[in-house]
């Protein structure tokens, strides 16, 4: 685990490289980053990753409010040694940095939830796994035990309808070695999403994003029970249709020929879209986890701080000030605004964490000096694994903690504890 100087070490490794002719294969900045990966990805890929809700109004505050954040070096302080490292939940990290949930990843890679595991696993910060990943988590967890024993990650939640996948899922998240437990809260329905509407584009229909759900034995209890509880309805057939079958038989566990004439699979994929989310969870259904589990809660979607002061009433581990990445309420409040109100909220009372809009080094270190204790990556790993596997994931993050390990020196700090808001100044707002 690589903390101290690590953003000299990176730049030495690329400009050594280029002395014989080796560009990097990942992009350093983002807008580079995302372009290529724009030309790589499919259009259904870019629709689903790249997207935001409604007009892509809140992925747009997301970045403006972090430039209302001005960077003030400090000079002539002993920045010659420096470390990102940090401790969260009883783990050391090698930097304030997560890779975030992503779902139905495959869109961008095959194997997107181990390739970006190992990817988080050579780093040694935590991924997330998502609950609508493309990998079961064991396979997830193993992949990164076999690159770094004991390498840290955490579990998405998301809560459905049926107790009994909750149960199982958080279970299993226990089992597989997850350190904190994430509770998704903004999304208990899908936002507005143009680009994948306008393509008539739901993964999760086609069988993808849904392998946390196909390789739980609960879920299949509960689908066995649908199917005999169902009527006997005739599906609408067409070449589109056709072609979601092969999709759905593909992305199921078993064989694919079983799967093209069994009604298992097909009821799977209802089944999910009808029970992966809970639209009447409450604070009393969040307050009731602590009885289903004795992991670190941590509560993801928080952007009011009445909400978080709420949270930490009811004695939650951690908070993540996210808006989804833009992509569930169009013209919401951006997570840099909103972290600024909840820090000041909760005074230190929980560990906050920050999502969406964050995509370089600088980013992250803004967030830090305005309360954040961490922060969550998301696109920019997606680009990365999308452009290179595993190779990729790691590399775009490996860039943010460089640079973020450089900002650091270069602004006078040595360490992110040390950041608060006096390395920041405020500008006038428009």
Known sequence: MVTVNFGRSRQNDVYTAGIHGRKPVIPTDFAELERRAKAKMSARAWAYIAGGAGEGRTMAANRAALDEWAIVPRVLRDVSQRSTE?????????????????????????????????????????????????????????????????????????????????????????????????????????????????????????????????????????VAERLHDAADERPEISLGAIKTLFSIA??????????????????????????????????????????????????????????????????VDGIIVSNHGGRQVDGSISSTDALVDIADAVAGKTKILADSGFYTGADVFKALALGADAVCIGRPHMYGLALNGADGARDAVANIIAELDLTLGLTGHTDVASLDRSALKRLSRA
């Open 86 to 222: 940090i401790e969260l939940f009883g783990q050391t990290l090698a930097a304030p940095v997560l890779f975030a949930p992503v779902g139905a990843g495959a869109l961008a890679h095959p194997d997107a939830d181990v390739h970006i595991g190992k990817a988080a696993a050579e780093l040694g910060v935590p991924y997330i796994f998502s609950n609508q990943g493309c990998a079961p988590m064991e396979d997830v967890a193993a992949a990164m035990e076999a690159v770094t024993p004991g390498a840290p990650r955490w579990f998405q939640l998301y809560w459905s309808t049926d107790d009994r996948l909750v149960d199982s899922l958080i279970a299993r998240a226990e089992k597989m070695g997850a350190a904190a437990l994430a509770v998704t809260l903004d999304t208990t329905m899908l936002g507005w999403r143009p680009q994948d509407l306008n393509l008539g584009s739901l993964p999760f229909a086609r069988g993808e994003g849904i392998n946390q759900y196909t390789s739980d034995p609960s879920f299949w209890e509960i």
């Open 250 to 315: 593909r992305n199921v566990p078993g064989d694919l020929r079983n799967n093209l004439t069994a009604p298992e699979p097909r009821a799977a994929v209802q089944t999910f879209l009808d029970i992966y989310s809970r639209p009447s969870l409450n604070w009393d259904d969040i307050a009731s986890l602590r009885e289903k589990t004795s992991l670190p809660i941590v509560l993801k979607g928080v952007l009011h701080p009445d909400d978080a002061r709420q949270a930490v009433d009811l004695g």
